[in-house]
T-cell receptor, first 116, second 114 residues
Framework: ETGVTQSPTHLIKTRGQQVTLRCSSQSGHNTVSWYQQALGQGPQFIFQYYREEENGRGNFPPRFSGLQFPNYSSELNVNALELDDSALYLC???????????????FGPGTRLLVL | AQTVTQSQPEMSVQEAETVTLSCTYDTSENNYYLFWYKQPPSRQMILVIRQEAYKQQNATENRFSVNFQKAAKSFSLKISDSQLGDTAMYFCAFMKRNNNDMRFGAGTRLTVKP
């Protein structure tokens, strides 16, 4: 297992609510990426945080926002939840931005979100 | 936009045999990276192998090797001497150089049979 942890493991929300997901990066890692993995699909890149700043964003609306703390842990916030937001949310940490390519991403186990 | 296609939703192989998973991608970029990730049932996704587009030599990691055909935009994964622990979803992924947006295919579910 990697040293990346996520909480909670499962979550049920209703449409219109807000949710916060948390990720603790592996020791020594300063970069966290978030992905959404819908059922039966590959992960989709949401955004990346490097040293507390957003460092790249995928094609997701502004109601998906994030934060990275001085200890490099991170949060993903989703406002105004929609049914299509139901998915497995993965975070991955690395010791530098993934654009450098030499950095391996270590994934957490994910948070499964169900929006009713 | 960059897209990644895995045309085999499911595959199976007998233990100790060899299997090849296919992946094609579409890009106009010249500098990029390709990856294969493994996602075992109820376990964390891990990197299997990575290839840099400017390198002509195919990457190899123990029993895992790739066949990278840049002109054909093809990046297949060969697993030799398949083991039961290789049973997992396998995702092919693409990333432009100097860009953090990693694009994944839909995955291939591989089952290794005893």
């Amino acid at each position: 297992e990697t040293g990346v942890t996520q909480s909670p493991t499962h979550l049920i929300k209703t449409r219109g609510q807000q949710v916060t997901l948390r990720c603790s990066s592996q020791s020594g890692h300063n970069t966290v990426s978030w992905y959404q993995q819908a059922l039966g699909q590959g992960p989709q890149f949401i955004f990346q945080y490097y040293r507390e700043e957003e460092n790249g964003r995928g094609n997701f609306p502004p109601r998906f926002s994030g934060l990275q703390f001085p200890n490099y842990s991170s949060e993903l916030n989703v406002n105004a939840l929609e049914l299509d937001d139901s998915a497995l949310y993965l975070c991955a940490s690395s010791s530098a931005p993934t654009s450098t390519s030499q950095e391996t991403q270590y994934f957490g186990p994910g948070t499964r979100l169900l929006v009713l | 936009a960059q897209t990644v296609t895995q045309s085999q939703p499911e595959m199976s192989v007998q233990e100790a045999e060899t299997v090849t998973l296919s992946c094609t991608y579409d890009t106009s970029e010249n500098n990029y990276y390709l990856f294969w990730y493994k996602q075992p049932p109820s376990r964390q996704m891990i990197l299997v192998i990575r290839q840099e587009a400017y390198k002509q030599q195919n990457a190899t990691e123990n029993r895992f090797s790739v066949n990278f055909q840049k002109a054909a935009k093809s990046f297949s994964l060969k697993i030799s001497d398949s083991q039961l622990g290789d049973t997992a979803m396998y995702f092919c992924a693409f990333m432009k150089r100097n860009n953090n947006d990693m694009r994944f295919g839909a995955g291939t579910r591989l089952t290794v049979k005893p």
